[in-house]
């Protein structure tokens, strides 16, 4: 092995080394910057919400780049533990995605009116918030075709709880839509429940009496106008999975400001029907 083969591989093995010092350092820097966003982003929505904790805020994309060229890929919050009147405490996804802002909007964490391509929202309510707003407190949330953990996206659902009245949970099969704005919960079908009020058992809806169905249906009957929910505008689109009954709201080529990532509080007013 001649001296200059030596040479050149401790060359070959310096210049490596100096490339992932370099990239290792352009990572550490990326991540530092973006923690610092990050955090600013939080604490400004956590005094402007009055939110009891930070919110978790996470800054999508490399960083550094994203810093200078001020195309943000998407900046998404996630506020769990919410307090929403009417119904207790529940969680809300907001992302802005792909939107234009100044590197000194970026690190300081705050921005107005920036271009967005797209802004939405999502409201995820368990069993517990949902109960609670139906008077409910052992409401089950499932997938209608899919009952399964993982079940896909559906827009009805098997509701299961014990009506205000009874001694028995009944299981009534509801259709989830969106009229103007508002949230309806359709009631379609018993399944099952009590076959009367002093029941403390569940019979197949062949053996309720058609009276007794029609007043478990009205049990698991809600509307909610769109002030009722911690969301800054209207929902667009409402579907369970998981568990959960999850209303969203959407805007595209519209300006949003880092406010618009908070909870929207809202007001004890009901209409249901």
């Known amino acids: 092995m001649t001296e200059s083969f030596i040479d050149r591989h401790r060359t070959v093995v310096r210049s490596i080394v100096a490339l992932c010092c370099v990239v290792g350092l352009a990572v550490l820097a990326d991540f530092g910057a973006c923690m610092v966003a990050e955090y600013r982003i939080a604490r400004q929505l956590r005094t402007e919400a009055n939110l009891p904790t930070d919110p978790k805020v996470q800054v999508h994309g ?3 780049s994203q810093y200078f060229t001020g195309n943000i890929r998407a900046i998404t919050v996630r506020t769990t533990d919410l307090n929403a009147e009417g119904f207790g405490l529940v969680s809300v996804t907001s992302s802005a995605e792909h939107l234009k802002i100044t590197p000194k909007q970026l690190l300081s964490g705050k921005y107005d009116h920036a271009p967005t391509k797209s802004y939405h929202s999502t409201l995820r309510l368990d ?3 949902l109960g609670k707003r139906l008077g409910m407190t052992d409401l089950i949330i499932a997938n209608h075709k899919d009952m399964s ?5 559906e827009t009805e659902a ?3 709880g014990t009506v205000d009245g009874f001694e028995a949970p009944a299981t ?3 259709r989830l839509r969106i009229d103007n704005g508002d949230v309806w919960l359709l ?18 809806a062949t053996e309720i009496p058609a009276d007794v169905q029609k007043e478990l249906m009205e049990g698991f009957k809600l509307t909610l106008i769109p002030g009722l929910l911690p969301l800054r505008t209207p929902p667009t689109r409402i579907y369970v999975t998981g568990g959960m009954v999850n209303i969203q709201t959407e805007e595209l080529w519209t300006k949003t400001s ?9 007001d ?3 209409k249901d029907q």
């Not at 953990?149 to 996206?153: A, I």
């Not at 009631?187 to 197949?204: F, L, N, T």
């Open 62 to 64: 490399f960083f550094v």
């Open 127 to 129: 069993g517990v918030a």
């Open 149 to 153: 953990p993982l079940g896909q996206w």
């Open 158 to 160: 098997d509701l299961t």
């Open 172 to 174: 009534v099969h509801v």
């Open 187 to 204: 009631p379609e079908s018993v399944i099952s429940g009590p076959v009367d009020h002093k029941s403390d058992v569940e019979a197949p």
């Open 258 to 266: 880092v406010s618009d990532l908070a909870p929207q509080s809202n």
């Open 268 to 270: 004890d007013e009901t």
